[in-house]
């Protein structure tokens, strides 16, 4: 049986990312999520909708 070579060692663990790195990283972050106006699509309060559903008339859709 031919020779087996031993296999490469592994590659180094990452480093931990600097300060300067993961502010960045979470301003961006930050940034996305104002932008996607996530804000912006709560209609309601905690409370829900307290108005009576439109339930006695027909609509077009309905016949």
Do not use: F
Request: aromatic share 0%.
């Amino acid at each position: 049986m031919p020779a087996v070579e031993p296999p490469p060692p592994p590659p180094e663990p990452a480093k931990a990312a600097d300060q300067a790195v993961q502010q960045a990283r979470t301003d961006e972050r930050r940034r996305a999520r104002q932008a996607a106006g996530q804000n912006g699509t709560i209609l309601t309060g905690s409370g829900g909708d307290l108005t009576t559903a439109n339930t006695g008339q027909k609509s077009l859709l309905g016949g």
